[in-house]
């Protein structure tokens, strides 16, 4: 099984600068709903991997971040596959899983029995492609201004994920 994993904040909905947790501030991306579709149509896992840091720090909880996902899931027609998160901050504590480190990664490769080779991470950060690219997935990164060593495709706008991977 091939995989696309997805960050969530400045790739699925909109980065605020700030934690998302709210569902009037959870907007979703132009495109994302299309390419979500597209993607499974052909064939993909679809897996959200995001770190979630405010939850460890007080500022909300895993109740408002699954609301969040749960509006998500609804709007896409229920194709997200999982969700992963990191709800641990290093301030609190530091954690294996959340990124740039791979154990969210880890664990949905072997729940899904994914195929890391024909499969791929797309993010706006750094952070988000290195976990990705330590175990041999592919990697996107999304920005207008983003450079990244760690980035095999680079793309200004969602839309353009399926060209990008030669689909």
């Known amino acids: 099984m ?44 679809l897996i959200v991997i995001t770190n979630q840091a405010g939850i460890s720090r007080g500022l909300y909880t895993k109740k408002q971040m699954n609301l969040c996902h749960d509006f ?16 641990l901050h290093p301030e609190i504590s530091e954690s294996l899983s959340r990124k740039p480190d791979s154990l969210m990664f880890e664990r949905a490769i072997a729940k899904h029995d994914i195929v890391v080779s024909e499969s791929y991470m797309i993010g706006d950060k750094e952070r988000d492609l290195i976990p990705a690219r330590k175990l041999g997935i592919a990697t996107i990164i999304l920005g207008n201004t983003v450079i990244s060593k760690y980035a095999d495709y680079s793309i200004k706008d969602i839309s353009q994920v399926l060209k990008s991977i030669g689909v």
Not at 72 to 87: E, G, S, V
């Open 2 to 45: 091939r995989a696309f994993f997805l960050d969530r904040d400045g790739i699925i909905n909109e980065e605020r600068g700030t934690y998302t947790y709210q569902l009037q501030d959870f907007i979703i991306l132009p495109h994302v709903l299309e390419v979500l579709i597209s993607l499974k149509d052909l064939g993909f896992k």
């Open 72 to 87: 998500l899931q609804i709007k896409c027609q229920n194709i997200i596959d999982d969700f992963y998160y990191a709800p």
